[in-house]
């Protein structure tokens, strides 16, 4: 299909008076010199209606299955996410004016301004789908936009087994966490699957437990009979109506939960969930973003900051309030829980120690937290830890931060980035 021929016909329809028919797709094809046969005329209509409705032609990227992420970097770069990391797509935009055209239409469809006074949005699309958009004012090399595609189902933890993402013993590990009320955290980087997990582990708890989840931008969708989603709401652009996270948090205590639980913790709301852990609320849980288990603690306390504990104050409620880290990471085939690790300390040492490791092949070894993660869940959810039942007597040394917990994670080199897609160009690719 001629992408010239389709924009000169959405732009004479454009101008219609009503909503353009088959009848007017033909008749703009004859005022453009063309021969406006049965066939012609079906293409451009279907071309028209996949590009103005939904997310164009993102939306074919959009229903591959396992498909986590679509990101645009300006018209020609194109990539998904399948937990595998990023891989490079065959779609191409006709130009900036096509994809800034999308965006601002996705950001009207939801009630969002996006326009050069406003250059940037970050919204829920009808179907869950979370959007952000930088417009070409701020972004090189165009318009940019990030798709996070809601999980079309609900992963429980024996499909996380059954997709290596853990082994038995460790499923076994996390279902008592849940059982004797522990409060935990999910960490991992960028897309590890932090969100998926703490969904998966959520949908164990009994029935007649209320959770109430609190989320910046909702994400969270549980297999479970009685939960409760609280959504924070940005400031409208006359700069009222906005809700806040900790405000979220304070009017959660107030709904009789059995469990709080917090989607990602970034900000002054950690105070409130800490205090909330302190207080009864027994069993809570959020995510955090962290490289690694060793850089978990600086991020609370510098999270913790932002809402006004000092670091002393910080430490006691911390080591108080949370008793285990789950950490998750991707490997070649996907991602797996590779650490889990227990908060231990004072209001003058913080530092969450290692109890268990597990490599690429699930095998586990022992670190220097696991007697006190034995206190916590019990001796016997410790045995057969590993994909061999084996767990290694050798202890893991206390790992060491390898950098702050803002820097920039290692990014692997863009060859290893370009999986192509099946189309005539990576075929072409594959043959030379």
């Not at 008076?17 to 293409?43: K, Y």
């Not at 966490?177 to 009994?206: E, N």
């Not at 084996?390 to 060859?415: C, G, K, L, N, Y």
Request: net charge negative; aromatic share 2%.
């Amino acid at each position: 299909m001629n992408d010239k021929l389709v924009e000169d016909v959405r732009s004479a329809v454009a101008v219609l008076a009503h909503p353009w028919t088959p009848m007017d797709v033909a008749a703009a094809l004859v005022d453009l010199g063309q021969v406006a046969s049965d066939a012609l005329v079906l293409a451009v209509v279907e071309e028209l209606r996949r590009t103005s409705l939904g997310a164009g032609r993102l939306e074919p990227l959009l229903g591959i299955d396992g498909v986590t992420d679509v990101l645009v970097n300006g018209p020609d770069q194109v990539f998904i996410d399948r937990g595998r990391g990023l891989e490079a797509t065959q779609v191409r935009f006709t130009g900036e004016e096509e994809l800034r055209s999308l965006a601002v239409r996705l950001a009207a469809g939801v009630g969002r301004r996006l326009d050069d006074g406003c250059p940037w949005v970050d919204a829920r699309l009808p179907d869950g789908t979370r959007f952000h958009a930088v417009l070409d004012v701020l972004a090189q090399p165009g318009t940019c936009l990030s798709l996070r595609v809601p999980a079309r189902r609900r992963l429980s933890l024996d499909d996380w087994v059954a997709g290596g993402g853990m082994t038995p013993g460790c499923a076994r590990i996390l279902t008592e966490v849940l059982d004797r009320r522990l409060a935990f955290l999910v960490t991992g980087g960028t897309g590890t699957g932090k969100t998926t997990l703490l969904s998966s582990l959520l949908s164990r708890l009994p029935g007649d437990q209320r959770v109430v989840v609190v989320e910046d931008s909702r994400e969270l969708t549980l297999d479970h009979p009685h939960w409760v989603s609280l959504e924070a709401r940005a400031a409208n652009s006359e700069g009222r109506g906005e809700v806040s996270l900790t405000q979220l948090v304070r009017q959660s205590l107030r709904m009789r939960p059995d469990r709080v639980v917090l989607g990602e913790v970034r900000g002054a709301e950690l105070r409130d969930l800490l205090m909330a852990l302190n207080t009864g609320h027994e069993g809570g849980c959020g995510t955090v973003h962290a490289n690694g288990v060793a850089e978990v603690t600086a991020r609370l306390e510098a999270l913790a900051a932002l809402g006004g504990l000092s670091r002393d104050a910080a430490r006691a409620q911390i080591v108080a309030a949370l008793d285990v880290v789950i950490h998750l990471r991707r490997t070649a085939v996907g991602r797996m829980v590779s650490q889990i690790g227990v908060l231990t300390g004072d209001a003058e040492r913080l530092e969450v120690e290692i109890a268990l490791t597990w490599d690429d092949d699930g095998l586990a070894r022992r670190g220097p937290g696991y007697r006190r993660l034995a206190e916590l869940v019990g001796e016997e959810a410790l045995e057969e830890t590993g994909s061999d039942g084996f767990v290694s007597d050798v202890e893991i040394p206390v790992e060491e931060p390898r950098r702050t917990w803002d820097d920039e994670p290692e990014r692997p080199a863009v060859e290893d980035l370009l999986v192509d897609l099946p189309g005539p160009a990576a075929d072409a690719r594959r043959r030379s």
